[in-house]
């Protein structure tokens, strides 16, 4: 008989907004950025850059 795999929802990580602007203004000091489009252009030529990356090594 199987048995079910747990489930285990986390609650959504919530800071106070003077901790957000402190973490916001270090990762930008870092030459980073995490304005949300950008984000996403950058998640979707990574997963492109994989995908690329595997298919050279496979020939798939």
């Known amino acids: 008989?199987?048995?079910?795999?747990?489930?285990?929802?986390?609650p959504a990580l919530s800071m106070a907004a003077e901790i957000q602007a402190v973490l916001d203004a270090d990762i930008e000091r870092q030459g980073y950025s995490n304005y949300p489009p950008?984000?996403?252009?950058?998640?979707e030529w990574l997963?492109?850059?994989?995908?690329?990356?595997?298919?050279?090594?496979?020939?798939?």
Not at 38 to 43: G, V
Not at 47 to 60: H, L, M, P, V, Y
């Open 1 to 10: 008989m199987k048995t079910a795999k747990r489930r285990t929802n986390y």
């Open 38 to 43: 950008a984000m996403e252009a950058w998640a």
């Open 47 to 60: 997963s492109r850059s994989i995908a690329f990356e595997r298919k050279q090594a496979t020939g798939r």
